[in-house]
T-cell receptor, first 114, second 112 residues
């Protein structure tokens, strides 16, 4: 079945450091891929998405590229800020299901030190 | 209005109580969802309503009963819950079942 595997956290970085959070997936067909972010005490927010191979999603300085050959969708940011501290979830949706069943990875907690 | 509003934000209930969680959106979305999230875990899908009809029930125990009175509202009725049901309950909506999800802030439920 479909699944998402993320690197385990927590990840702790200093402000202005480079960020990579790894995500790989297993899926039949051609899923859409997402990164969601959850700030403390809040629900999830869509950060970025990509719907086909080689697409690059980007938002708020974050980027991720849909790599079909390596089944990966790694999240990157060139210079993190304290305000980026949150839990990040990689997710996929199966476009062939009758209703959207988003499958989430286990989440990666990111903490940024001033 | 791009918000999904959930009430209450916090709820404490005993195992014999009956309570309801409410969710509302005014974005014209036709798919609405209930997720359960335990601490430090990803959200787990419970129910999906598509065009006001229940389309997915992920084998959720009958002590959880969803209701979609109209296209803007989604309720989750709770009865005879167990302490292990304590979690953050998230509502979400999307334009159609295949579009991106918009989440509410959740209801933090504690069952004593």
């Amino acid at each position: 079945g479909n699944s998402v595997t993320q690197m385990e956290g927590p990840v702790t970085l200093s402000e202005e450091a480079f960020l990579t959070i790894n995500c790989t997936y297993t899926a039949t067909g051609y899923p859409s891929l997402f990164w969601y972010v959850q700030y403390p005490g809040e629900g999830l927010q869509l950060l970025l998405k990509a719907t086909k191979a080689d697409d690059k999603g980007s938002n708020k300085g974050f980027e991720a590229t849909y790599r079909k050959e390596t089944t990966s969708f790694h999240l990157e940011k060139g210079s993190v800020q304290v305000s980026d501290s949150a839990v990040y979830f990689c997710a996929l949706s199966d476009p062939y299901s009758s209703a959207s069943k988003i499958i989430f990875g286990s989440g990666t907690r990111l903490s940024i030190r001033p | 209005d791009t918000e999904v509003t959930q009430t209450p934000k916090h709820l404490v209930m005993g195992m014999t109580n009956k309570k309801s969680l409410k969710c509302e959106q005014h974005m014209g979305h036709r798919a609405m969802y209930w997720y359960k999230q335990k601490a430090k875990k990803p959200p787990e899908l419970m129910f999906v309503y598509s065009y006001e009809k229940l389309s997915i029930n992920e084998s959720v125990p009958s002590r959880f009963s969803p209701e979609c009175p109209n296209s803007s509202l989604l309720n989750l009725h709770l009865h005879a819950l167990q302490p292990e049901d304590s979690a953050l309950y998230l509502c979400a909506s999307s334009q159609t079942p295949d579009e991106k999800l918009f989440f509410g802030s959740g209801t933090q439920l504690s069952v004593l």
